[in-house]
């Protein structure tokens, strides 16, 4: 993933442990994220990488999804 690093500091910015983020972790099953911290999450992303990502539009998205949206910006 070309974006780990950054992506590892936001979810750590969560709570979230970096051993618990691995490319197919998924955000709602895996990580357990509530609408605050999806929401949290949504603007974070659009802070640091200038992408909106509507995390509410699919299926609860990998990490490596985030990554994926984040480099077709």
Do not use: C, K, P, Y
């Not at 993933?1 to 979810?11: D, K, Q, S, V």
């Not at 051993?19 to 603007?43: C, F, K, P, V």
């Amino acid at each position: 993933m070309r974006n780990e690093t950054a992506l590892h500091e936001i979810f750590r910015g969560l709570g979230v442990a970096d051993e618990e983020i691995q490319a197919d972790t998924r955000l709602q099953a895996d990580l357990g994220l509530d609408s605050t911290e999806i929401t949290a999450l949504e603007l974070e992303l659009e802070r640091r990488f200038g992408v909106r990502i509507d995390l509410w539009s699919a299926a609860d998205f990998s990490v490596a999804d985030l990554d994926v949206l984040i480099e077709g910006r």
